[in-house]
């Protein structure tokens, strides 16, 4: 019997998420990391930050935060599958490659929503103030990336197939740069040139950028249009270079 795209990538999609909703516990853990670090973070802000309330420019950045840490290391679990043999039995299914990539990376949408939710609702009581229909744009938006960067996150993994240890130290070189070059935690519009050429060149900025202009209600701004462009551009990439690795593999 005949599938389309949508019905292997939904296939995928389940197959990955039903261990996590099995295993509630790591659900609320991870839910609960960004609650912390903004509680420890919160008190050393300013007053302003960015020419916005300092709530209102930061929580965006922690929401992007936690799409970066999240999505960069899904591709642990496709080592793990490699190691158990799972993931040779998902090879020789009739499902369609992109699907094994696309319904892999979606997974991680959903606990991205829920860890937004959790910090909008935690914030409002402090002064946060949620624009509804930004908001939703903006975690659409931050989707589409999350799927281009947990695509390259599963190409990883795959050139690291047998170097579990390559797969960490890739990770970790290039997640906390692109962080800081972002402007997620600390403006750098007061930085030096050199810092600033780096942000630019830096397709995270543009999205961080996106983000808190969605959260602050500017719908129909320029940094929304750029947001969008760098996201549909690491989708494009993310799903291009993890098809290929898959077909090879």
Same mark, same amino acid.
């Given at each position: 019997?005949?599938?389309?795209?949508?019905?292997?990538?939904?296939?995928?999609?389940?197959?990955?998420?039903?261990? &996590?909703? %099995?295993?509630?516990?790591?659900?609320?853990?991870?839910?609960?990391?960004?609650?912390?670090?903004?509680?420890?973070?919160?008190?050393?802000?300013?007053?302003?930050?960015?020419?916005?309330?300092?709530?209102?420019?930061?929580?965006?950045? &922690?929401?992007?935060?936690?799409?970066?840490?999240?999505?960069?290391?899904?591709?642990?679990?496709?080592?793990?599958?490699?190691?158990?043999?799972?993931?040779? %039995?998902?090879?020789?299914?009739?499902?369609?490659?992109?699907? /094994?990539?696309?319904?892999?990376?979606?997974?991680?949408?959903?606990?991205?929503?829920?860890?937004?939710?959790?910090?909008?609702?935690?914030?409002? $009581?402090?002064?946060?103030?949620?624009?509804?229909?930004?908001?939703?744009?903006?975690?659409?938006?931050?989707?589409?990336f999350c799927v281009g960067l947990g695509a390259l996150s599963y190409t990883l993994a795959l050139a690291s197939k047998n170097q579990?240890?390559?797969?960490?130290?890739?990770?970790?070189?290039?997640?906390?740069?692109?962080?800081? /070059?972002?402007?997620?935690?600390?403006?750098?519009?007061?930085? $030096?040139?050199?810092?600033?050429?780096?942000?630019?060149?830096?397709?995270?900025?543009? &999205?961080v950028d996106a983000e808190r202009a969605l959260f602050g209600g500017q719908i129909w701004n320029a940094a929304t249009g750029w947001? /969008?462009?760098?996201?549909?551009?690491?989708?494009?990439?993310?799903?291009? &270079?993890?098809t290929r690795a898959m077909r090879r593999a």
């Open positions: 019997m005949s599938t389309t795209f949508a019905t292997d990538t939904m296939t995928v999609f389940t197959r990955e998420l039903r261990p &996590v909703l %099995r295993n509630p516990f790591s659900v609320i853990f991870t839910m609960v990391q960004p609650l912390f670090f903004l509680a420890l973070f919160a008190p050393l802000l300013p007053g302003t930050m960015g020419g916005q309330p300092a709530l209102q420019w930061f929580v965006p950045g &922690v929401v992007v935060m936690s799409c970066l840490f999240g999505t960069t290391t899904t591709g642990s679990n496709l080592l793990y599958e490699m190691q158990t043999g799972s993931h040779e %039995r998902m090879l020789v299914s009739p499902l369609r490659r992109p699907a /094994l990539i696309v319904g892999r990376a979606l997974k991680e949408i959903v606990p991205m929503f829920a860890q937004t939710a959790l910090l909008v609702v935690a914030t409002i $009581p402090f002064g946060f103030h949620l624009h509804l229909a930004g908001a939703v744009l903006g975690l659409a938006l931050l989707g589409v579990e240890w390559m797969f960490w130290a890739v990770q970790q070189t290039l997640t906390f740069p692109l962080l800081l /070059l972002a402007g997620m935690l600390l403006p750098l519009d007061g930085g $030096p040139g050199w810092l600033r050429a780096l942000a630019k060149a830096n397709p995270l900025t543009y &999205v947001g /969008l462009l760098a996201a549909a551009l690491v989708a494009l990439a993310g799903l291009a &270079v993890g």
